[in-house]
């Protein structure tokens, strides 16, 4: 139980283009949903944290109309980078937590590189 | 104080030993402290987890040891296996809200 699935699992696109990264939540119901940026051999990042039907609360330093974030149903939350350059280039994480499945749970990560 | 300081930062094991990784944390009000395992290109999955009432936990070949006077708690992965080699992160929250990672342990365990 608990799985959390992530789409693509791999993009590459040009620089100036806008990409639409997937997280749902496949057993459960999220309430919660996180978004994690990772650097190579680096830790997690946390760039925003959503509640669904609500806005997403950024930390600080994240630009918030550069990383879109929108979580409309309690299995679906969406991170678009827009305008992306090389220097987006990384890995993202999704991870959800519901009512019923307290710890978050993560999904595969999509890794974005930008031309 | 919201800070998790984890080492080693890297570390090899021979088949069969025992992997101790160390966790320290500031925050007092922190009472949810999970392991998370790595491959590479993957998410996270999540290990094994302990609150503060109880000082260990195991769960088969792999144990949480809890220092609450101390504010440690370290994992220890025994008789270790070459598919145990991953980075290791430990993390610490306030119930089950926003998690707050150490900077990882990456382990290699030699055949």
């Known amino acids: 139980g608990a799985v959390v699935s992530q789409h693509p699992s791999w993009v590459i696109c040009k620089s100036g283009t806008s990409v639409k990264i997937e997280c749902r939540s496949l057993?459960?119901?999220?309430?919660?949903m996180f978004w994690y940026r990772q650097f190579p051999k680096q830790s997690l990042m946390l760039m925003a944290t959503s509640n669904e039907g609500s806005k997403a609360t950024y930390e600080q330093g994240v630009e918030k109309d550069k990383f879109l974030i929108n979580h409309a149903s309690l299995t679906l939350s969406t991170l678009t980078v827009t305008s992306a350059h090389p220097e987006d280039s990384s890995f993202y994480i999704c991870?959800?937590?519901?009512?019923?499945?307290?710890?978050?749970?993560f999904g595969d990560g999509t890794r974005l590189s930008i031309l | 104080q919201q800070q998790v300081k984890q080492s080693p930062q890297s570390l090899i094991v021979q088949k069969g030993g025992i992997s101790i990784i160390n966790c320290a944390y500031e925050n007092t009000a922190f009472d949810y402290f999970p392991w998370y395992q790595q491959f590479p290109g993957k998410g996270p999955a999540l290990l094994i987890a302990i609150r503060p009432d109880v000082s260990e936990k195991k769960e088969g070949r792999f144990t949480i040891s809890f220092n609450k006077s101390a504010k440690q708690f370290s994992l220890h992965i025994m008789d270790s296996q070459p598919g145990d080699s991953a980075t290791y992160f430990c993390?610490?929250?306030?119930?089950?809200?926003?998690?707050?990672f150490g900077k990882g342990t990456m382990l290699l365990v030699s055949p």
């Open positions: 993390a610490a929250s306030q119930g089950y809200s926003t998690l707050t």
């Open positions: 991870s959800a937590r519901g009512a019923g499945v307290k710890p978050q749970h």
């Open positions: 057993d459960f119901q999220a309430t919660t």
